[in-house]
């Protein structure tokens, strides 16, 4: 699964990107990048199965760049990381069918399993009810 993560805060990105064990999971990173604007130019020339998006970013926030991927790549599922501990981010994200939410003020390093597992497990279950419904 083809990963890009997309984060105003440069250490916030490559501390995320060197933190978690990707490859165990079955996860890629291949790209990173600093706003939703950047990450719909990514997202135009290479494949990526699930984005783990900031929330609060310049130009294109997380949500809005939820909203534009649902029209655009619908089949592109996301993660979003963020410093809002607000419910209502959250339930904004669920809605647009994020499989996690997940808060940068509590996460924790050793949380990083947990998280790629539930990700992973979700985006597979997800897949195949798509292929089931086809």
Known sequence: MKVLVVDDDKLARKGLIS???WKKYGFEVVGDVQNGRKALE?????????????????????????KMCKKEYPEVKFVVFSMYEDFRYAQSALRLGALDYISKISFEGDECDRILELVERKYKENHSQKENQE
């Open 19 to 21: 933190i978690m064990d």
């Open 42 to 66: 990514f997202l135009k020339d290479n494949e990526v199965d699930i984005v783990f998006t900031d929330i609060d970013m310049p130009e294109i926030d997380g949500i809005e760049l939820m």
